[in-house]
C-alpha cells in the first residue's frame, strides 16, 4: 500500500480519533497523522503544513461545534490551489440526512464514508484514490 505524506482527521470526539489514529497506524498509511477536534483547527493546521508534509487525505466529521465539516469545506474551497490540489477530502458521518446529503453534493468531495471507520473503509479510500 502507498505510504501518504500526511493524513488529516478532523472530528470533535476525541475517542473516534484514538481508535482512527491506532487503526491508521495498524495499516502503515502515513508516518504523519494529524488530527484536528474542528474545522478552524483543521485549517489551521493545513495552512502550517504546505509543500511535501500537506495532508494527502483529509477525514472530515460533517457535525461538528464551531465551524463544522461544510463550513469548513466552504473556507477550504477558498485557499489557494497550491494547498488544496493534491489533498482527497473524505466526509464521515453518521448520519445520511437528505439535506445534508444535498449540500455534500455542491461542495466538492471525493466521497462520503459512515462512521465508523474500519480497516475496509481506509483500504477502499486508498484503493480508490491512491493507486496509480
Given amino acids: 500500500m502507498k505510504k501518504l505524506s500526511s493524513v488529516l482527521l478532523v472530528d470533535d470526539d476525541s ?6 489514529e491506532l487503526l491508521f497506524q495498524s495499516l502503515g498509511v502515513t508516518d504523519q497523522l494529524l488530527v484536528a477536534e474542528n474545522g478552524n483547527q483543521a485549517l489551521d493546521l493545513i495552512e502550517n503544513s504546505a509543500g511535501p508534509t ?3 487525505l483529509i477525514l472530515l466529521d460533517v457535525n461538528m461545534p464551531g465551524m463544522n465539516g461544510i463550513q469548513f469545506l466552504e473556507a477550504y474551497k477558498r485557499l489557494p490551489q497550491a494547498q488544496r490540489s ?3 477530502v473524505i466526509m464521515l458521518t453518521t448520519t445520511m440526512d437528505a439535506r445534508d446529503l444535498s449540500r455534500l453534493e455542491e ?10 471507520l474500519t480497516k475496509e473503509k481506509i483500504e477502499n479510500i486508498m484503493q480508490l484514490h491512491f493507486q496509480r
Fill in 15 to 20: 475517542t473516534n480519533n484514538f481508535l482512527n
Fill in 107 to 116: 461542495l466538492n468531495i471525493a466521497g462520503l464514508v459512515s462512521k465508523p
Fill in 54 to 56: 500537506a495532508p494527502a
Fill in 86 to 88: 493534491a489533498t482527497v
